[in-house]
Nanobody, 122 residues
Framework: QVQLVESGGGLVQPGGSLRLSCTASGRIVDVGVMGWYRQAPGKQRDLVASILSRGERVYTDSVRGRFFISRDNAKNAVYLQMNSLKPEDTAVYYC????????????????WGQGARVTVSS
């Protein structure tokens, strides 16, 4: 079973920075798109940023220019550098990855991390 383990959440003041990390472990043949979602209190879970294996990145408008997503394919890891944080960035951040677990499979499993709480407050 593939697992995604997140780290790096915490409390930060407005204007500060945090770096989230997510590493996949288990039986992994290939990892497709990886990304970060967030869910604020009373809100649905929404995409923050995603990154393809070849490096193409997508950001939601509210974080573009402040957040930067990257990945390390050798480590099956994805990162989210969050700068100039605002109170409205407060949410639980979930790592997501499409993982191929069998050499013979043509499909990928959608796997989620446990969530990392990010609180931006004075």
């Amino acid at each position: 079973q593939v697992q995604l383990v997140e780290s790096g959440g915490g409390l930060v003041q407005p204007g500060g920075s945090l770096r989230l990390s997510c590493t996949a472990s288990g039986r992994i043949v290939d990892v497709g798109v990886m990304g970060w979602y967030r869910q604020a209190p009373g809100k649905q879970r929404d995409l923050v940023a995603s990154i393809l294996s070849r490096g193409e990145r997508v950001y939601t408008d509210s974080v573009r220019g402040r957040f930067f997503i990257s990945r390390d394919n050798a480590k099956n890891a994805v990162y989210l550098q969050m700068n100039s944080l605002k109170p409205e960035d407060t949410a639980v951040y979930y790592c997501n990855a499409d993982v191929k677990e069998s050499l013979y499979s043509t499909t990928y499993s959608d796997v989620w991390g446990q969530g990392a709480r990010v609180t931006v407050s004075s």
